[in-house]
């Protein structure tokens, strides 16, 4: 079963910033928090991970909280493009067997 | 990173028959899984294939339904059996390259529609 609570859609206007939360309550010590998402008839994209220090890369910054407990992946300037089911993912280190829950669909409006 | 490509895009089959999915990554890497996504709904893992050992297969799926081949470090098959209308669904290929990234790439995936 998947370990993470997401809310099922959001919106976001064009150019704005999207905050996607994450609940993972129940998350180990050794457990990493992966961000992937997946846009309509592709196959998933990986976006982002982090175990506990806030993460930045070009396409998106996590921000997990000290507990750890739950997380928000940032979309600084959302786009068009980036419309699509978003999923987070609790993972142990060293083994990648990703367990999909239902995730947040995003759309993005002019 | 690894590009996947996976064969075919799409089919259309009959019942009864079967289906070969082909999973081919331009690099060696480690682990390989399958995936079905039904109409819809989100990815569930039908397995993991190892090089050199047997599939390792999620609850609610069996070899004999799914067989997998995984010859060598860069090429993988999934076959569905004897198709029935509720196999229909996207089935994707995922890797983990070798180079330690802790990420997985993904195929563009095979939609199978069963009459």
């Known amino acids: 079963d998947a370990k993470t609570t997401q809310p099922p859609s959001m919106d976001c206007a064009e150019g704005r910033a999207a905050n996607l939360p994450c609940n993972h309550s129940t998350i180990s010590g050794n457990e990493y928090v992966y961000w992937y998402r997946q846009i309509h008839s592709q196959g998933p994209q990986y976006i982002i991970h982090g175990l506990k220090n806030n993460e930045t890369n070009e396409m998106a910054s996590l921000i997990i909280t000290e507990d750890r407990k739950s997380s928000t992946l940032i979309l600084p300037h959302a786009t068009l493009r980036d419309t699509a089911v978003y999923y987070c993912?609790?993972?142990?280190?060293?083994?990648?067997?990703?367990?999909f829950g239902a995730g947040t669909r995003l759309a993005v409006h002019p | 990173s690894a590009v996947i490509s996976q064969k075919p895009s799409r089919d259309i089959c009959q019942r009864g028959t079967s289906l070969t999915i082909q999973c081919q990554v331009d690099?060696?890497?480690?682990?390989m899984f399958w995936y079905r996504q039904q109409p819809g709904q989100s990815l569930t893992l039908i397995a993991t294939a190892n090089q050199g050992s047997e599939a390792t297969y999620e609850s609610g799926f069996v070899i004999d339904k799914f067989p997998i081949s995984r010859p060598n470090l860069t090429f993988s098959t999934l076959t569905v059996s004897n198709l029935s209308p509720e196999d229909s669904s996207i089935y994707l290929c995922?890797?983990?390259?070798?180079?330690?990234?802790?990420?997985?790439?993904f195929g563009s995936g095979t939609q199978l529609s069963v009459l």
């Open positions: 993912i609790v993972l142990s280190g060293g083994y990648n067997k990703l367990i």
């Open positions: 995922s890797v983990e390259p070798r180079d330690g990234s802790e990420k997985l790439f």
């Open positions: 690099s060696q890497v480690t682990m």
